[in-house]
């Protein structure tokens, strides 16, 4: 059974910098598609970056863009979002979901499996 474990997030200061991490246990990690969700209360779950099973490929949303930063360690089975440069509006529940297909794409309905969130709130 593939579980996506997550760590990282918690209380920052706007202007300062996160790193959430999330551990691919149960499936081979090289064949797998990353992404990285959020979703603020009262609002639907938004793209924020992805990653493809190579590492060749990468996108994020435009409101992250310059700010945050997807990478991949294959060695650890762990995909990592950098957040810096962190805003008020980038508060919200991060979730890491698992493309099977290995693709980097924007749609969450590509996705086969979720981590359980973790939260990242920045007081401004």
């Known amino acids: 059974q593939v579980q996506l474990v997550q760590s990282g997030g918690g209380l920052e200061q706007a202007g300062g910098s996160l790193r959430l991490s999330c551990i691919i246990v149960?499936?081979?990690?090289?064949?797998?598609?990353v992404g990285w969700f959020r979703q603020a209360p009262g609002k639907e779950r938004e793209f924020v970056a992805t990653?493809?099973?190579?590492?060749?490929?990468?996108d994020c949303a435009d409101s992250v863009k310059g700010r945050f930063t997807i990478s991949r360690d294959d060695a650890k089975n762990t995909v990592y979002l950098q957040m810096n440069s962190l805003k008020s509006e980038d508060t919200g529940m991060y979730y890491c979901?698992?493309?099977?297909?290995?693709?980097?794409?924007?749609?969450?309905?590509?996705?086969?499996?979720w981590g359980q969130g973790t939260q990242v709130t920045v007081s401004s």
């Open positions: 979901a698992l493309d099977r297909a290995g693709r980097a794409s924007r749609a969450r309905e590509l996705y086969d499996d």
């Open positions: 149960g499936r081979a990690f090289s064949a797998n598609g």
């Open positions: 990653i493809n099973w190579s590492g060749a490929w990468t």
